[in-house]
């Protein structure tokens, strides 16, 4: 049960990051490549990140409920929701630190 949690918990949040990666599309709409580049390699380098570091929590979490005499199917679905809740909050953070990466790199540009 324990690696199945960390599975689902990854798959969910790469498929989350893919959502959010769309409106990060939008939100760079009208930046040019130059700008926009920085902003979407930290996005996805964030995500990645988060979506291990959620996975192995949700691993974690599962053998600490289970240790707890929770019930395996219980304890597996509830550690799924808290990771995959937190890590689309995350990733909502990252879109908007990803937004401001490329405003100021924008900016650096014109000031030159």
């Known amino acids: 049960m324990n690696i199945t949690s960390g599975i689902i918990t990854f798959v969910l ?9 769309f409106f990060l599309m939008l939100a760079l709409n009208g930046f040019s490549e130059r700008d ?13 990140a988060v979506a291990v570091a ?19 199917i219980l304890a597996l ?3 799924v929701i808290v990771a995959v809740a937190v890590g689309f909050v995350a990733d909502f953070g990252g879109l908007i630190v990803s937004a401001i990466i490329a405003s100021e790199v924008r900016e650096s540009y014109r000031k030159k």
Do not use: E, H, P, Q
């Open 54 to 72: 959620l996975a192995a929590a949700g691993f974690f979490l599962t053998k600490l409920l289970i240790a707890k005499s929770f019930n395996a």
């Open 77 to 79: 679905v509830l550690s």
């Open 13 to 21: 949040l790469v498929a989350s990051a893919i959502g959010w990666f």
């Open 36 to 48: 926009a580049g920085a902003a979407m390699i930290f996005f996805a380098v964030w995500t990645l």
